[in-house]
T-cell receptor, first 115, second 114 residues
Framework: DTEVTQTPKHLVMGMTNKKSLKCEQHMGHRAMYWYKQKAKKPPELMFVYSYEKLSINESVPSRFSPECPNSSLLNLHLHALQPEDSALYLC??????????????FGPGTRLTVL | AQSVAQPEDQVNVAEGNPLTVKCTYSVSGNPYLFWYVQYPNRGLQFLLKYITGDNLVKGSYGFEAEFNKSQTSFHLKKPSALVSDSALYFCAVRDSSGTYKYIFGTGTRLKVLA
């Protein structure tokens, strides 16, 4: 089973709202990722957690706040977003081996619209 | 710096014909190369990867890819295209600096015409 689940599927929020995106995997993977993807563009890496510790933050604005409560769960807390933050947010996970064969498996994404 | 290039924004092919989606790479060290497919409003689905060994890699849904070290290419192929193969295809290379990062190409839209 190579399934990564994400909720919600769609989210519409105002610029003053606080919301959260959730990602879950039960493959025993120890690395989890958040990506942002605009239409017809490649995914842009935002954050990487490895072994529940934040290992990469790609200079993401502080209105995005990641959290990894345990090895299966990854959250992305959203606050005071801007309309340009509207995008597809993808979660991925991988085994976190040091080998090049470490393969990322993606969830279906959350379509976020900021009004 | 490592990079991948997908020189074609769009590839059109007739159903039943062979298809090729091109990818070239630039890496220091051993290349670890991946292909993903994305259908509209969906996440990326893993198709196949090259790590080492046989230059012809077989993957999901009848896709295969040919690794060519001298041409630094990793083209995705399928002998007979289906309309349902129409999607956005991304080539990616694993960053060799010890992180878990991937570097993605810009994507190629494949359109299979009935």
């Amino acid at each position: 089973d190579t399934e990564v689940t994400q909720t919600p599927k769609h989210l519409v929020m105002g610029m003053t709202n606080k919301k959260s995106l959730k990602c879950e995997q039960h493959m025993g993977h120890r690395a989890m990722y958040w990506y942002k993807q605009k239409a017809k563009k490649p995914p842009e890496l935002m954050f990487v957690y490895s072994y529940e510790k934040l290992s990469i933050n790609e200079s993401v604005p502080s209105r995005f706040s990641p959290e990894c409560p345990n090895s299966s769960l990854l959250n992305l807390h959203l606050h005071a977003l801007q309309p340009e933050d509207s995008a597809l947010y993808l979660c991925a996970s991988s085994q976190a081996t040091s080998l090049g064969s470490d393969t990322q498996y993606f969830g279906p994404g959350t379509r976020l619209t900021v009004l | 710096a490592q990079s991948v290039a997908q020189p074609e924004d769009q590839v059109n092919v007739a159903e039943g014909n062979p298809l090729t989606v091109k990818c070239t790479y630039s890496v220091s060290g051993n290349p670890y190369l991946f292909w993903y497919v994305q259908y509209p409003n969906r996440g990326l689905q893993f198709l196949l990867k090259y790590i080492t060994g046989d230059n012809l890699v077989k993957g999901s849904y009848g896709f295969e890819a040919e690794f060519n070290k001298s041409q630094t290419s990793f083209h995705l192929k399928k002998p007979s295209a289906l309309v349902s193969d129409s999607a956005l295809y991304f080539c990616a290379v694993r960053d060799s600096s010890g992180t878990y990062k991937y570097i993605f190409g810009t994507g190629t839209r494949l359109k299979v015409l009935a």
